[in-house]
């Protein structure tokens, strides 16, 4: 939908105040660790060992974010799928642009991270989720990046994008608070093959977020861990417009798109449109479960501009709008 390169150009107004290059894992640890608003942080073509940190408070500003940029030839390396973040971000304002991540438990992070940019990164082979906003991270865009086998460790845990947590993980991370993960926009990203759980799993806790021109394969979903659809939806006014989902006949999955209610108020007012889903399964296109122990899911649309093919149940259990 061309009315998003408005909003989410690809073309990026540079102004530096300093241009930092690094060429091995010990200048780029320093850079991230001792960045400041307006460097552009540039990493030469390699392949770099170990996990890297961009430390919590050491932030961008709106007018000065920090750029840590290279191309598809700079390789992230964790050195194991069993433990370790490829990449955590853990601050504010920057875009991160062009780079490969593989070879962690999980591949990029970001905790605690808002208004920030990720944007055209490679991220695979990672043993759990390959991408992950956690810890009341906000306002961020995800935008042009390719995400492939993850869930190489445990495949229950393995979705390309994850926004919020489970509400079971709450007390540990966020103090028994819901994780507002809010207002982030998913936009232009190709996530699968080899994704082993869902490609984008939105957690109960979330509001407003947008998944948009995203295309989904579901080549390698596993059902572990009940994930058998594109996406799963258990926050509430989440926006899922203009994605393009594919299956191939005898895979795992069963729907779709689902919508959950994991906790009492959650799963709700989430809009589906202007979708096109290969689903070549025998569930629907769109799943809505609209009732369940936890709690129900209302106010959920899906609208009839959507485009299901392949469906054995058909396009949608609840009334198209």
């Not at 998913?186 to 977020?209: F, H, M, Q, R, Y």
Request: with cysteine; aromatic share 8%.
């Amino acid at each position: 939908m061309l009315i998003f390169s408005v909003f989410f150009p690809d073309k990026e107004e540079k102004i530096y105040d300093r241009i930092i290059k690094v060429s091995s894992e010990s200048q780029l640890k320093s850079a991230l660790e001792n960045a400041r608003p307006g460097d552009e942080i540039v990493i030469r073509d390699g392949v770099y060992i170990g996990n890297f940190k961009i430390p919590e408070g050491n932030n961008g500003t709106e007018a000065k974010p920090i750029f840590l940029h290279g191309s598809n030839k700079v390789i992230l390396d964790g050195n194991t799928t069993q433990t370790g973040y490829v990449l955590h971000l853990q601050s504010d304002y920057w875009h991160i642009k062009g780079i490969s991540i593989t070879n962690g438990l999980k591949g990029l992070m970001c905790d605690k991270a808002n208004y920030n940019v990720i944007d055209s990164l490679t991220i695979y082979n990672i043993g759990e989720e390959g991408l992950h906003l956690r810890q009341f991270s906000t306002h961020n865009i995800l935008k042009n990046n390719t995400i492939t086998n993850t869930g190489i460790k445990i495949p229950d845990y393995g979705e390309g994008i994850y926004i919020g947590m489970a509400v079971s993980n709450w007390y540990k991370y966020t103090n028994g608070k819901a994780d507002r993960c809010d207002s982030n926009i998913v936009v232009n990203n190709k996530i699968g093959p080899g994704i082993t759980a869902e490609c984008i799993d939105i957690k109960e806790g979330t509001t407003g977020n947008m998944i948009i021109n995203n295309i989904f394969d579901a080549e390698g979903i596993t059902g572990a861990n009940s994930a058998d659809s594109w996406m799963d939806v258990k926050g509430n006014g989440t926006l899922i417009e203009g994605n393009t989902g594919y299956n191939k006949v005898g895979s795992i999955l069963k729907d779709g798109y689902q919508v959950h209610c994991a906790v009492n108020g959650w799963g709700n007012n989430n809009i589906f449109r202007n979708n096109i889903c290969e689903v070549y399964a025998d569930g629907y296109g769109f799943n809505i479960v609209e009732k369940s122990s936890k709690g129900n899911a209302t106010g959920n649309k899906v609208h009839k501009n959507n485009k299901v093919v392949g469906a054995a149940a058909g396009a949608s259990n609840v009334e198209l709008e």
